[in-house]
């Protein structure tokens, strides 16, 4: 309360302004840098420093309404200067238009071999280079992706790195963050609900309630939704019919949101979103319903990329925030191009195993967003590894170099697939307390013999100090190895066929594609329909390069199933379901939220 009667004193009336920098705890930097500023507009930025002590959100929209744009840029450069953990930014139109024509930066993907059920701390190298860069001189921004609340209280955690290489607030940011996510559920089942008035007021589009394919979402692991049956009940509850929940990171809108470039790109997506078929088999879009207005509304704030940083204050863009198994597992279109026009090297990163994560992230966001990433950065585990290798998840942490030989050829094949790509690779292995030095060696050998730089992470334990050597060799891949980045396939002269099988067979390593009888209708229908020009956003499980999780390692003679295929048209892509992977996770026998709590002060404990 003290401190919104500060505030709000301020609204009053400017007080004199080195006091308030004083009181604040403002150092001298602000003293140079404000003094140019007029009353009006230093009593506007003093608002914004006054609840900065106490973590806030600042809106740039309000800030700097009315500023030329040198008073912007001014009130930019000292909110960028500011050490206080815990603030967050939302940037705004204009501000992305003052850097539109600034020159790009490079752009490094971090990604990741097949993983264990813990992951393997993509998240945590993301963030430690960055700031390992920034040690060295090197401007650099990562672009990371918004947790879900699905895994923070399931088994893998939260995603804002670990040890003294995390964004923070890291309670906030593996929570509610900024409500982006409650912001896309509302949108989605805001749209489910005027689907289902439709067709109660009369069904107008003569929508068939047997074909309607748009489900609504809740960002939470949940088995038990999955197949609903809705509209029980008396007449006026509705139409009843059998319907189902998606997690919120793997509604349609979610991909919208990360791969739209303003406003009016979000609203024309949003307007062709596929949300149920007519008696005469022809789609019914959000359009058609007139729901794209409001969906937008919802999201205005949303589609804003949000800036914290880490704690050694490197800022980073986390916005958005899709799996990379269900979804195309990449951080937005926007985010990830503010970080190219803002620092000498962007730092992003893709979901789970590079052959989910990384290969969407270079077929559909980089073709659909013109990115040219100059260098790939692969995660790999000692303990992922011997996982692969046969090794129970209880006994990863003894040595045991033959089970290291045997996973190895796991990192192999994520090599050879990442070459595809004409992009130049650096394997780093995220370092744990129980590695031993017979295995780091092993490790070494065999990333130097495939022509891959190889560098050691420890930036866990040691923040951006432990992230010297990694950040070194990409420096060196950036200044002596060319990209000749490629897609694996073009859009418009591949068939649907053509592009699963390409996935399947050469990132994979599959012998063929099987479809069920369904999933080979659907594949015709969406053909005749127009889509069969769109990429392929395959949905499999994170653990195998096969569709079944069992099979580790390099695994071959197999087949990827394909059990039913359907289109994101507003997202622009079409999402192959394989094996028997879900849309919509389950909790596990013991979850992380059994171990979570708040205490009278309001510390959270257990969330990691």
Same mark, same amino acid.
């Given at each position: 309360? =003290?401190? @919104?009667?500060?505030?709000? @004193?301020?609204?009053?009336?400017p007080?004199?302004?080195?006091?308030?920098?004083?009181?604040?705890?403002?150092?001298?930097?602000?003293?140079?840098?404000?003094?140019?500023?007029?009353?009006?507009?230093?009593?506007? +930025?003093?608002?914004?420093l006054?609840?900065?002590?106490?973590?806030?959100?600042?809106?740039?929209d309000?800030?700097?309404?009315?500023?030329?744009t040198?008073a912007?840029?001014?009130?930019?450069?000292?909110?960028?200067?500011l050490?206080?953990?815990?603030?967050?930014?939302f940037?705004?139109?204009? #501000?992305m238009?003052?850097?539109?024509?600034?020159?790009?930066?490079?752009?490094?993907?971090?990604?990741?071999?097949?993983?264990?059920? /813990?992951?393997?701390?993509?998240?945590?190298?993301?963030?430690?280079?960055?700031?390992?860069? &920034?040690?060295?001189?090197?401007?650099?921004?990562?672009?990371?992706?918004?947790?879900? *609340?699905?895994?923070?209280?399931?088994?893998?955690?939260? /995603?804002?790195?670990?040890?003294?290489?995390?964004?923070?607030?890291?309670? %906030? +940011? &593996?929570?509610?963050?900024?409500?982006?996510?409650?912001?896309?559920?509302s949108?989605?089942?805001?749209?489910?609900?005027?689907?289902?008035?439709?067709?109660?007021?009369?069904?107008k589009?003569?929508?068939?309630?047997? %074909?309607v394919?748009?489900?609504?979402?809740?960002?939470?692991?949940?088995?038990?939704?999955?197949?609903? !049956?809705?509209?029980?009940g008396?007449?006026?509850?509705? !139409?009843?019919? =059998?319907?189902?929940?998606?997690?919120?990171?793997?509604?349609?809108?979610?991909?919208?949101?990360? *791969? /739209?470039?303003?406003?009016a790109?979000l609203?024309?997506? $949003?307007?062709?979103?596929?949300?149920?078929?007519?008696?005469?088999?022809?789609?019914?879009?959000?359009?058609?319903?007139?729901?794209?207005?409001?969906?937008?509304?919802? $999201?205005?704030?949303?589609?804003?990329?949000?800036?914290?940083?880490?704690?050694?204050?490197?800022?980073?863009?986390?916005?958005?925030?899709? #799996?990379?198994?269900?979804?195309?597992?990449?951080?937005?279109?926007?985010?990830?191009k503010?970080?190219?026009?803002?620092?000498?090297?962007?730092i992003?990163?893709?979901?789970?195993?590079?052959?989910?994560?990384?290969?969407?992230?270079?077929?559909?966001? @980089?073709?659909?967003?013109? +990115?040219?990433? %100059?260098?790939?950065?692969?995660?790999?585990?000692?303990?992922?590894?011997?996982?692969?290798?046969?090794?129970?998840?209880?006994?990863?942490?003894?040595?045991?170099?033959?089970?290291?030989?045997?996973?190895?050829?796991?990192?192999e094949?994520?090599?050879?697939?990442?070459?595809?790509?004409?992009?130049?690779?650096?394997?780093?292995?995220?370092? #744990?307390?129980?590695?031993?030095? /017979?295995? +780091?060696?092993?490790?070494?050998?065999?990333?130097?013999?495939?022509? @891959?730089? #190889?560098?050691?992470?420890?930036?866990?334990?040691?923040?951006?100090?432990?992230?010297?050597?990694?950040?070194?060799?990409? *420096?060196?891949?950036?200044?002596?190895?060319?990209? &000749?980045?490629?897609p694996?396939?073009?859009?418009?002269?591949?068939?649907?066929?053509?592009?699963?099988?390409?996935?399947?067979?050469?990132?994979?390593?599959?012998?063929?594609?099987?479809?069920?009888?369904?999933?080979?209708?659907?594949?015709?229908?969406?053909?005749?329909?127009?889509?069969g020009?769109?990429?392929?956003?395959?949905?499999? &499980?994170?653990?195998?390069?096969?569709?079944?999780?069992?099979?580790?390692?390099?695994?071959?003679?197999?087949?990827?199933?394909?059990?039913?295929?359907y289109?994101?048209?507003?997202?622009?892509?079409?999402?192959?379901?394989?094996g028997?992977?879900?849309?919509?996770?389950?909790?596990?026998?013991?979850p992380?939220?059994?171990?979570?709590?708040?205490?009278?002060?309001?510390?959270?404990?257990?969330?990691?």
């Amino acid at each position: 309360s =003290e401190l @919104c009667d500060e505030t709000a @004193c301020l609204y009053k009336a400017p007080a004199d302004w080195k006091t308030l920098c004083e009181k604040f705890g403002i150092g001298s930097k602000i003293d140079h840098a404000v003094k140019n500023l007029s009353g009006g507009e230093r009593q506007r +930025l003093f608002i914004v420093l006054a609840l900065i002590p106490n973590p806030k959100l600042v809106f740039l929209d309000e800030l700097t309404t009315g500023l030329d744009t040198k008073a912007r840029r001014d009130v930019w450069k000292i909110l960028s200067e500011l050490k206080d953990n815990g603030l967050t930014i939302f940037l705004t139109s204009h #501000f992305m238009d003052e850097v539109k024509n600034n020159e790009d930066g490079k752009l490094v993907l971090v990604t990741a071999i097949n993983p264990t059920p /813990a992951g393997e701390g993509k998240t945590t190298t993301s963030v430690g280079v960055s700031q390992a860069l &920034n040690k060295l001189g090197k401007k650099t921004i990562c672009a990371l992706r918004e947790p879900s *609340l699905g895994p923070c209280f399931g088994i893998k955690g939260g /995603a804002a790195g670990g040890g003294y290489a995390q964004v923070v607030p890291m309670e %906030d +940011l &593996n929570l509610h963050f900024t409500g982006d996510f409650h912001a896309i559920t509302s949108a989605n089942n805001l749209l489910a609900a005027m689907l289902d008035n439709h067709i109660q007021q009369g069904n107008k589009l003569n929508i068939d309630t047997r %074909d309607v394919v748009w489900k609504r979402c809740i960002d939470m692991n949940d088995r038990a939704l999955r197949n609903t !049956v809705i509209g029980l009940g008396r007449r006026v509850d509705g !139409v009843v019919r =059998e319907d189902h929940f998606v997690i919120t990171v793997a509604s349609e809108i979610m991909a919208i949101l990360c *791969l /739209a470039n303003d406003m009016a790109d979000l609203k024309e997506r $949003l307007g062709k979103i596929i949300v149920a078929y007519n008696m005469d088999r022809e789609p019914v879009t959000a359009k058609d319903l007139n729901a794209v207005g409001a969906m937008a509304a919802l $999201l205005k704030d949303a589609i804003k990329p949000n800036m914290i940083q880490t704690l050694e204050h490197t800022p980073a863009f986390v916005h958005g925030g899709p #799996f990379a198994n269900i979804a195309h597992g990449c951080n937005s279109v926007q985010a990830t191009k503010l970080a190219l026009k803002l620092a000498d090297i962007a730092i992003t990163e893709a979901g789970f195993g590079a052959d989910l994560g990384a290969e969407k992230f270079m077929d559909i966001k @980089c073709q659909m967003a013109d +990115l040219h990433p %100059d260098a790939v950065v692969l995660v790999a585990t000692v303990r992922a590894l011997k996982y692969n290798g046969g090794v129970p998840k209880d006994n990863l942490a003894e040595e045991n170099i033959d089970a290291l030989s045997k996973g190895i050829v796991n990192l192999e094949k994520h090599i050879e697939n990442l070459k595809l790509f004409g992009v130049p690779v650096v394997v780093t292995l995220n370092q #744990f307390a129980t590695d031993t030095e /017979a295995e +780091l060696t092993f490790i070494k050998n065999f990333c130097e013999e495939r022509d @891959c730089d #190889f560098a050691l992470s420890q930036v866990w334990e040691k923040g951006g100090e432990g992230g010297i050597e990694l950040a070194k060799a990409i *420096l060196r891949t950036l200044d002596n190895k060319e990209s &000749n980045y490629k897609p694996l396939y073009t859009y418009d002269d591949t068939t649907i066929e053509e592009k699963i099988e390409t996935i399947a067979t050469k990132i994979y390593g599959a012998d063929k594609v099987v479809y069920t009888a369904a999933a080979a209708r659907q594949k015709k229908r969406l053909t005749e329909l127009g889509y069969g020009n769109l990429p392929i956003c395959m949905a499999k &499980n994170q653990y195998s390069l096969s569709d079944d999780p069992k099979k580790l390692g390099r695994p071959e003679g197999f087949d990827i199933t394909i059990r039913e295929i359907y289109v994101n048209a507003g997202a622009g892509f079409l999402v192959a379901l394989t094996g028997d992977v879900m849309t919509m996770p389950g909790l596990p026998k013991k979850p992380a939220a059994e171990g979570i709590d708040v205490n009278d002060d309001g510390v959270i404990t257990g969330l990691f």
